[in-house]
């Protein structure tokens, strides 16, 4: 599914947290398989997210992703009326995590409060339950560490794979003494920092998802005395960076056209008409 211009201009023009709301839909494309989503483009999350009109997508995904914040076996379904029950023991366990994020109370009473709320209420609330489920589901941990099993075997094999196939696989972008980097997206990128050793096993740290967060790890990678961080530091530079940079330049210019093609539909309804010979008449005069 293409981006038509009018899906362009609301992703532009959209009030919620924009790093946010990339973190959700990498976790949402990333494990398609634990998290039920029929999602593929960033407009259809927009869309679900800033409806007023029809909240039923909302409520279905707002459910799904709860159930994988509470460990619930993929695909199982959780009643409406008990969100208020399930948010209260998440709050309780997970307020740390709210800290810097737009979520009221009254998001968290019911379901149907929850989809009342702002697009940057949605946004936030179901960012946090993204980390939630990043940092504890069993199933989401068990994709992780089967696919790092995979990508040891891959090295050690001396297989290799493409770039681009590489930073979209569920496989460790690196793994250097007790810790893993994890590259989740498709469109977009976000780049995860998992703890393996025993006292903080499976905990998940977002590092970066912007332009200046990657070069400023890249930076703080640099700094260390070991080889391998720097190695990681080059990848980051050569790999993922002018991927995200190329996004950049795509989104702004689709921006630009949107304006451009805004300017001159404003000029032609407010100033401008054609006789029936085709003659271009401007009643802008001037005094």
């Known amino acids: 599914m293409s981006p038509s211009a009018n899906s362009a201009t609301e992703l532009a023009n959209v009030s919620y947290s924009p790093a946010n ?8 494309t990333t494990f398609a398989s634990v998290i039920p989503s029929s999602i593929s483009e960033p407009e259809e999350l927009n869309g679900i997210v800033t409806s007023t009109e029809s909240t039923d997508q909302l409520k279905d995904l707002s459910l799904n992703l709860l159930a994988s914040a509470l460990n619930r076996k993929p695909k199982s379904r959780l009643p409406e009326d008990q969100w208020s029950r399930h948010c209260a023991v998440l709050a309780a366990a997970y307020v740390y995590l709210l800290k810097g994020l737009e979520v009221p109370e009254e998001a968290a009473d019911s379901l149907e409060g929850f989809v009342q709320q702002t697009p940057a209420v949605r946004v936030d609330f179901l960012y946090w339950l993204c980390e939630i489920a990043l940092m504890d589901n069993s199933s989401i941990k068990h994709l992780v560490d089967t696919e790092a099993e995979k990508g040891r075997r891959a090295t050690a094999s001396n297989e290799t794979a493409s770039t681009d196939a590489c930073l979209c696989r569920l496989q460790p972008f690196a793994e250097i003494s007790k810790q893993r980097y994890w590259l989740f997206g498709s469109k977009t990128r976000q780049f ?3 703890s393996v050793s025993q006292k903080g096993k499976g905990r998940f740290e977002l590092l970066a998802q912007t332009v200046d967060e990657f070069n400023s790890v890249a930076a703080e990678l640099r700094s260390q005395r070991y080889h391998a961080p720097k190695e990681l530091a080059d ?8 991927y995200l940079e190329a996004q950049v330049k795509k989104r702004v210019r689709v921006e630009k056209t949107l304006q451009r093609h805004a300017i001159a539909n404003a000029h032609v309804h407010i100033y401008e008409t054609r006789t029936r010979k085709r003659q271009r008449v401007d009643y802008c005069t001037d005094p």
Do not use: D, G, M
Request: glycine content about 0%; aromatic content about 16%.
């Open 235 to 242: 990848r980051l530079a050569s790999e993922v960076v002018p």
């Open 21 to 28: 709301f990339a973190s959700i839909f990498a976790v949402l």
């Open 192 to 194: 995860y920092l998992e």
